[in-house]
């Protein structure tokens, strides 16, 4: 048995008419299964977790990375296995574990593999899959957001770069990696990174693995705002963590703090200035 869950606004609207196609791909493909529209935010994690309950066997999340994210928390720490249909604007985590980007493929994806587990990481109270961070990565995704209206993919998300330049300040942060390694300075960048990818492809952490129970962390020391480009054109390249001014850790905890920090949480943007992060091993099955 599957459950569908879809949230009919993201994408700008455009999962909804995903969330019937795959309806109808489901149908006509003779597969038991149920559509559940999402109407409230922290809806699709009530819906998962009632599915869970009730025993279903898949619960396909039809939406961009917040839907996703909400749907695994409901389905963390149950038997019950999540499918990824990516149907927002960033789609961030698919691009880690290999789902393709059109749906019906993406559903035959689900179908054909099985619910192997994954880790998922915990910032205070709150749960998240991808990728936790502050400094001018937010401020990219608080600029792209406006964008977001107008166009798709990765263009949001360059024009947040565009403004973040413009706009940057250093940000004083308290960095605790483990009981040797604690930090306190002006940074540009701390992600904590369970995932890859943020910003619509944005390699962030390129070797952050989903199996091996630990967050790889990147800092990233301040720099003078005419150097930021040719940092981010290192960071869109997936190099940034080479360069002398980055410092990368694993760990499977670590804390974060700095003064009005807007933190990245998974796509949402949360003002919190004290955090602790703790990964979690095999806590979600995942068809990949």
């Not at 880790?119 to 990728?131: A, H, L, Q, S, Y």
């Not at 003078?224 to 850790?249: D, E, Q, S, V």
């Amino acid at each position: 048995m599957i459950e569908l869950i879809v949230n009919p606004v993201a994408g700008n609207g455009r999962a909804k008419a995903s969330g019937e196609q795959a309806a109808a791909y489901l149908r006509e493909k003779g597969i038991d299964f149920v559509v559940r529209l999402t109407n409230h935010p922290g809806h699709a994690t009530e819906l998962a977790y009632d599915a869970a309950q009730r025993g279903v066997d898949t619960v396909i999340a039809l939406g961009g990375d917040g839907t996703v994210a909400e749907t695994a928390q409901g389905l963390k720490h149950t038997r019950t296995a999540l499918g990824i249909a990516p149907a927002g604007t960033g789609n961030d985590f698919v691009k880690v574990i290999g789902t393709p980007t059109a749906l019906t493929s993406a559903l035959d994806f689900i179908l054909d593999h099985p619910a192997r587990p994954i880790n998922t990481g915990t910032m205070n109270d709150r749960f998240f899959m991808n990728v936790c961070g502050a400094g001018i990565d937010v401020m990219v995704l608080d600029y792209a957001e406006s964008a977001k209206k107008h166009a798709s993919g990765i263009w949001p998300y360059l024009y947040g770069v565009i403004r973040a330049i413009k706009n940057f300040h250093p940000f004083k942060m308290h960095i605790e990696v483990n009981e040797d390694t604690i930090l306190d300075g002006d940074f540009m960048i701390c992600s904590i990174a369970n995932g890859r990818y943020i910003g619509g492809g944005i390699p962030i952490a390129p070797n952050a693995d989903v199996t091996d129970g630990v967050f790889d962390i990147l800092v990233v020391d301040a720099v003078p705002r005419w150097k930021i480009p040719y940092y981010f054109a290192a960071l869109m390249a997936g190099k940034l963590h080479k360069h002398k001014i980055a410092h990368c850790y694993r760990t499977n905890k670590c804390s974060l703090a700095s003064p009005g920090m807007r933190l990245n949480l998974d796509g949402e943007i949360l003002p919190i200035e004290n955090t602790h992060f703790t990964c979690e091993t095999d806590a979600l099955q995942l068809h990949w």
